[in-house]
């Protein structure tokens, strides 16, 4: 049971490549997360969804675009790299076990991403 | 404006010494409140979570607090160790979207021998 896994762990862009970041978990979660995380301010959500098959805009999604690939799988993809997309990229993905009670999130170990 | 205001921003300590973190949120109406800590190049791993009708739960040295009148809450780390040297972000969740996580910024702690 890995939990939340992320690829890659580092990665440098040059302005304007595209790449795909890639999230996985294997504990059967129905919702998945994007979130980044800059210095000093709190981690912010891309991108979520909820269930397969669905994704939503969370806080900062100009510049991404998300792909919920089966239930396990949920990429994050820049299709033209900015500088200002420099930060910590984590996914996580939640497990509701009642009304607030329980509820989970687990997070990957995160991707650090630097855009030239 | 749903917000999580957390201090102080970082925090030194000796260890084998006790400390306590402060968070503040205006969320609204509120769901719950869990405690991460962030390890340096890792992900955010839960301490606690706690639901509006509970106002201290424990894991091990790290004893949360809730005030849901005042809307505060605290994380007291009781004889400290190095390996507490992390982040301590506090979040909460909203009832209308209890999947949705509103983030502090956290605080640095580093625990010196």
């Known amino acids: 049971n890995a939990g939340v896994t992320q690829t890659p762990k580092f990665q440098v862009l040059k302005t304007g490549q595209s790449m795909t970041l890639q999230c996985a978990q294997d504990?059967?979660?129905?919702?998945m997360y994007w979130y980044r995380q800059d210095p000093g301010m709190g981690l912010r959500l891309i991108y979520y969804s909820a269930s397969e098959g669905t994704t939503d805009k969370g806080e900062v999604p100009n510049g991404y675009n998300v792909s919920r690939l089966n239930k396990r799988e949920f990429s994050l993809r820049l299709e033209s790299a900015a500088p200002s997309q420099t930060s910590v990229y984590f996914c996580?993905?939640?497990?509701?076990?009642?009304?607030?009670?329980?509820?989970?999130?687990?997070f990957g170990p995160g991707t650090r991403l630097t855009v030239l | 404006k749903n917000q999580v205001e957390q201090s102080p921003q970082s925090l030194i300590i000796l260890e084998g010494k006790n400390c306590t973190l402060q968070c503040n949120y205006t969320v609204s109406p509120f769901s719950n409140l869990r405690w991460y800590k962030q390890d340096t190049g890792r992900g955010p791993v839960s301490l606690t979570i706690?639901?509006?009708?509970?106002n201290t739960k424990s894991n091990g040295r790290y004893t949360a607090t809730l005030d849901a009148d005042t809307k505060q809450s605290s994380l007291h780390i009781t004889a400290s160790q190095l390996s507490d040297s992390a982040s301590y972000i506090c979040v909460v969740s909203a009832k209308d979207s209890s999947y949705k996580l509103i983030f502090g910024s956290g605080t640095r702690l580093l625990v010196r021998p």
């Open positions: 706690m639901t509006f009708s509970e």
């Open positions: 504990m059967n979660h129905n919702s």
């Open positions: 996580a993905s939640y497990i509701a076990r009642g009304q607030g009670i329980g509820n989970e999130q687990f």
